[in-house]
């Protein structure tokens, strides 16, 4: 009985108790009469490290684009815990953007700002907090991705690691329910591209974020891969988990997945 | 456009922004506009000199003609023509490589209204600004017509002094003015635009910079002829 109380209050007053999802359903989308997603349906659950795989070309990044809104879809829906993100307006959608952090492929910092005015950015333009509470939360964020005293740096002076984990740093500097990585180890030689995987999956399970990740680094799909999302020609193909990649009987997927000599060793 | 107008997130971060942008528009824009004011109003001295030739014809004649053309046309829409290749381009290729390389989906993963947030400050801070910019290259071309008169020996400072106070219409200075604010919202609008809806890479920033350019300069010739109709006749 008092466990049941607890857990009831618990949801009254965390509500990050309640298990998030995103619900994809149905979403098309065309670019100039070319299909570029074709008909997926995907849910993706708290606590799991969601990865969205697949070749150059298969709309990957679409995707992505199309579940964070940056572009419309043609049909279908993409839901985040029962709000319709689809149907919204752009004011209705901001209050779910501000849930969002994102890392882009090359990092998208902003040129004019140092790394502080770049991690501080939303912070100033969305909270209340003073300059000290916001250089706190800055120097906090940029200790959690191990990049201290970077602050008065230029995005120019970084190198692609060090861009990569501002990014990260100013994805979570709103504290977000969901979190977007859109390749984010592209570009890195391959031991950063470790310390960048270890990164996002330390930062998800320790703040409790939805983390969806688009890649096609093996390493990241046999390491990370609690869910994965095979995509291929704008469809759906193979959804399963890293244990399940040796076993699928599927000619594309094996194909792109154990492409390369080291994966072929692998599978043996 | 309609982007344009919405409420913005912080009022005070827009104002930080016009006041950064009336930096970068109009002082970074000082330099040049002085330099060819000072050349044009010089050059229009003599080329008034040598074509006006009647004894009939005072030698103040010479500064009236220079005032006028300088205060109705050189400064307002010549400078203005300069501008939109400096300030144009300069726009239409930042906003251009901050859509490439992912800055303004950035912006607008975060919430913010990208477009009221990179182009209002700019297009306001152009229509403050560049009135003042175009005043002070007013007095500078008119200035240099003086010192070219005066130092080629074609017309002494005090008939040139007499030629600026005869028959002076303080409109012609409001109609240049009134030309300057809708040039000044064309230079930064269509930049932006061009800028702001770049697909592609370096190469489609620099066709987006070209774009704004020529597309700026013909609406300012275009708008330029509109006005003077509607103004001046």
Known sequence: ?268 | MKGLFLKPEKISVYFRQIKIEMVDIGYGSLGISVLISVFMGAVLTIQSVHNIVSPLVPIYAIAIVTRDAVILEFSPTVVCLVLAGKVGSSIASQLGTMRVTEQIDALEIMGINSSGYLVLPKIIAAILILPFLILITMFVGIGGGWLAGAVTGLINSHEFKRGLLTDFDTFNVQFALIKVVVFAFVITSVSSYHGFYTEGGALEVGQSSTKAVVWSSVLILFLDYVLTQLLLI
Request: aromatic share 8%; with cysteine; glycine share 6%.
């Open chain 1, 1 to 268: 009985m008092v466990q049941c109380v607890d857990f009831i209050l618990g949801l009254c007053i965390n509500p990050a108790i309640i298990d998030m999802k995103i619900e994809v359903k149905n979403i098309s989308k065309s670019f100039a009469h070319k299909k570029v997603l074709d008909d997926v349906s995907v849910t993706f659950e708290k606590g799991k490290i969601n990865l969205v795989i697949g070749g150059s070309g298969s709309g990957k990044t679409v995707f992505i684009k199309c579940m964070v809104g940056l572009y419309e879809v043609d049909e279908g829906q993409v839901v985040y815990d029962d709000r319709n993100f689809s149907d919204m307006n752009f004011k209705e959608r901001k209050h779910i953007r501000q849930e969002i952090g994102m890392v882009f492929q090359g990092g998208a910092l902003f040129d004019s700002l140092n790394v502080q005015q770049n991690i501080m950015f939303s912070l100033t333009m969305f909270s209340n907090m003073t300059k000290e509470e916001k250089l706190d939360r800055v120097n906090f964020c940029l200790k959690r991705v191990n990049l201290p005293n970077v602050n008065k740096l230029f995005p120019s002076e970084l190198s692609g690691g060090m861009k990569k984990r501002v990014a990260i740093a100013r994805a979570i500097a709103m504290n977000p329910k969901y979190l977007f990585c859109d390749e984010p180890n592209s570009g890195l030689d391959p031991k950063t591209s470790i310390v960048i995987d270890n990164l996002i999956d330390e930062i998800t399970k320790e703040f409790d974020i939805l983390t969806i990740i688009n890649t096609h680094d093996m390493n990241t799909v046999v390491e990370m891969g609690e869910n994965i999302v095979y995509l291929h020609q704008g469809k759906v193909w193979w959804e399963g988990s890293n244990h399940d990649i040796y076993d699928v009987d599927n000619k594309e997927f094996n194909d792109f997945i154990f492409a390369s000599r080291i994966m072929k060793k692998l599978k043996k």
